[in-house]
């Protein structure tokens, strides 16, 4: 029996990773064109900061399971052209969010397949359990 519920845990740690994957993809892609001064610039005081997008980095728990951590993605930043931006500095340059649309699209899908799957993995358990409850009866 133990082994029954551990896989129900191992299934729901998934379930859990893929909804944290899609919802830092969300915000990324939400907050993409969320710009604000470069670091340094006379308008940071002024305006606020740039968004910073977030990866999910996802690792193997040793009794089974995962563990999904959010982080900043590094560089949090590109500089972009915007000399209409009221932050832009002297030569127009303005701190744009360095979110990878092409990237962010995988990782929602990533998210996508790992919820189904998992969640077949806690339908089949269920069945599991059910008929094994059949059989002893």
């Given at each position: 029996?133990?082994?029954?519920?551990?896989?129900?845990?191992?299934?729901?740690?998934?379930?859990?990773?893929?909804?944290?994957?899609?919802?830092?993809?969300?915000?990324?892609?939400?907050?993409?064109?969320?710009?604000?001064?470069?670091?340094?610039?006379?308008?940071?005081?002024?305006?606020p900061?740039?968004?910073?997008?977030?990866?999910?980095?996802?690792?193997?728990?040793?009794?089974?399971?995962?563990?999904?951590?959010?982080?900043?993605?590094?560089?949090?930043?590109?500089?972009?052209?915007?000399?209409?931006?009221?932050?832009?500095?002297?030569?127009?340059?303005?701190?744009?969010?360095?979110?990878?649309?092409?990237?962010?699209?995988?990782?929602q899908?990533?998210?996508?397949?790992?919820?189904?799957?998992n969640?077949?993995?806690?339908?089949?358990?269920?069945?599991?359990?059910k008929?094994?409850?059949?059989?002893?009866?």
């Amino acid at each position: 029996m133990t082994g029954m519920s551990n896989v129900s845990s191992i299934a729901l740690s998934g379930l859990s990773a893929a909804s944290l994957r899609l919802q830092v993809s969300a915000n990324n892609v939400a907050n993409a064109y969320s710009a604000g001064p470069l670091p340094g610039s006379p308008a940071s005081g002024n305006y606020p900061a740039p968004y910073v997008p977030e990866r999910v980095d996802q690792v193997d728990l040793a009794g089974g399971g995962t563990s999904a951590t959010i982080n900043a993605v590094s560089p949090a930043t590109v500089t972009t052209y915007d000399p209409t931006a009221p932050y832009a500095d002297s030569n127009g340059m303005v701190a744009m969010p360095n979110v990878d649309f092409a990237n962010e699209a995988v990782q929602q899908l990533m998210a996508r397949i790992s919820f189904a799957a998992n969640v077949m993995v806690l339908k089949t358990d269920a069945q599991m359990m059910k008929s094994l409850l059949d059989i002893k009866v």
